[in-house]
């Protein structure tokens, strides 16, 4: 069963998800949104005591394969949530909650089984022997700009056209039937400690930025407070330079998602995309406290 001492196998993660929908069934649903080109299942959770009237908030992890401690801390916000459901403050429980801890699990097995650093996912390539798309170049915005390849063989491979990719098409038609009241994305990452918001396909701050920056910065003080690790709030374009085809940007440009966040978790690059499973519980717990701090900014639904 699950734990946050060490890093686990889709099949564990999946497991967790079914044992989360038995002990809740009344206010949770699990979704198969769709399959990889590997035939694995696209899964997401929903928690919600009221899937009409509740804001929304969308979180997932696992876009680039070898960044294990976002899945990892995904699934530690979701016991977060669970473990103690009836005692949550109202900004908590009054939201609804769609929760995607591994959006590309092909790349996540090829990462734990066969190449540690593998970051796409793992669709062969049209034109040549390479594999794998670069998720978060591969959404329809900014696609065709900079900071992505046209090369099938590079790490930031943009696909063949937007949203070419089948993990890409499942979580943009999901959300897009589910954009009325979706007031939060994040999206969990590493590695740097950092937490970005758009733009990143172009060089220009959203209109409501001061309010990300805000909450963006409340978040790292409250991150610093309980771990002493230290997060900085910043725009995308400004810290990471310029990338389209994100799904940050996307969820802000095509569904008008308000609190859109990048979460690079640790580290600064000592162990980079390899950390070491002792730093799984604190990193996952300065996740989860972007979680609350953006619920609590976002408020209950009144
Ligand atoms: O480059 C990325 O996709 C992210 N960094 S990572 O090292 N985890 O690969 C940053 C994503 C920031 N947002 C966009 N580029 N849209
Ligand atoms: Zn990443």
């Known amino acids: 069963s699950m734990h946050w001492k060490d890093y686990h196998d889709l099949d564990t993660i999946y497991s967790f998800m079914r044992e989360i ?49 976002s899945p990892a801390t995904v699934t530690f916000i979701l016991y977060q949530l669970m473990s103690n459901w009836e005692n949550q403050p109202a900004h908590i429980r009054g939201l609804t909650w769609y929760i995607m801890p591994v959006m590309n699990p092909d790349g996540y097995e090829y990462s734990r089984t066969t190449n540690r650093l593998w970051r796409k996912n793992r669709s062969p390539s049209r034109q040549n022997q390479c594999f794998g798309v670069d998720l978060n170049r591969n959404f329809d915005i900014g696609w065709n700009g900079y900071g992505s390849s046209t090369n099938p063989c590079r790490d930031t491979y943009r696909g063949s056209s937007p949203a070419s990719e089948l993990e890409t098409k499942a979580v943009a038609e999901f959300l897009a039937k589910r954009k009325y009241n979706l007031e939060s994305y994040l999206t969990y990452h590493s590695y740097g400690q950092m937490i ?54 996307w969820s802000r440009a095509a569904l008008g998602v308000k609190y859109v966040y990048t979460i690079e978790l640790r580290d600064r690059g000592a162990y980079g995309f390899v950390l070491p499973p002792r730093y799984i519980k604190d990193t996952a717990l300065e996740g989860w406290t972007v979680a609350e701090t953006v619920a609590q900014a976002i408020g209950p639904s009144s």
Request: hydrophobic share 35%; no cysteine; charged share 25%.
């Open 196 to 249: 970005v918001y758009p733009w990143a396909y172009k060089a220009v701050k959203v209109k409501d930025s001061s309010i990300l920056q805000r909450v963006g910065s409340l978040a790292a003080e409250r991150i610093a407070q309980k771990t002493g690790t230290t997060y900085r709030a910043a725009v995308t374009h400004e810290v990471l330079g310029i990338a389209g085809g994100g799904s940050d940007d």
């Open 21 to 69: 929908r038995s002990k809740f069934p009344n206010i949770v649903r699990l979704y198969t949104i769709g399959q990889t080109a590997e035939g694995r299942d696209l899964k997401v959770l929903r928690i919600s005591e009221n899937p009409r009237e509740n804001k929304k908030v969308w979180i997932d992890g696992g876009i680039h394969a070898r960044e294990w401690i």
